[in-house]
């Protein structure tokens, strides 16, 4: 889509859309050249997505990375009223991870931090009120 075909009226939401109880995340990451970036979606059943959220929190590593993940998936549940959303599949630019092709090898590395990337570190922990 053009800028030009972008409008307001047809694109843009009216309100804040909740996420729908029930219903996993999908999360999609761009690990980035040290400025990762993050979107947060849902598939509704009728095959709609709609964008929750994202998280661009600018310069950073891996597990700064992961502290803004986790808050803005935290905010969501508690925007959905619900103690914790589920995680249900998270997609990355496989470039990501890997480190710049050097000189002197002309071979990509790999990053340390984000080679232990998984979706476990992006759940909200359960606070003791959610405990039950």
Known sequence: MCSSDLSDDIHLAREVIK????IP????LDPGMR?????????LPDTQWICLGEVVPG???????????????AELAEIAGV???????MYSDPFGFTAPIT??????????????????????RRTKSSRG
């Open 25 to 28: 995340l999908v999360i999609g």
């Open 83 to 89: 103690d914790r959303l589920d995680i249900g599949s």
């Open 35 to 43: 400025r990762p970036a993050g979107v947060i979606l849902q598939q």
């Open 59 to 73: 310069r950073c590593g891996a597990k700064v990375f992961a502290r803004a993940l986790k808050r803005e998936i």
């Open 19 to 22: 996420p729908r109880k029930g």
């Open 103 to 124: 000189k002197a090898t002309n071979t990509p590395g790999p990053r340390s931090s984000w080679r232990k990337w998984n979706a476990r570190s992006c759940r909200p």
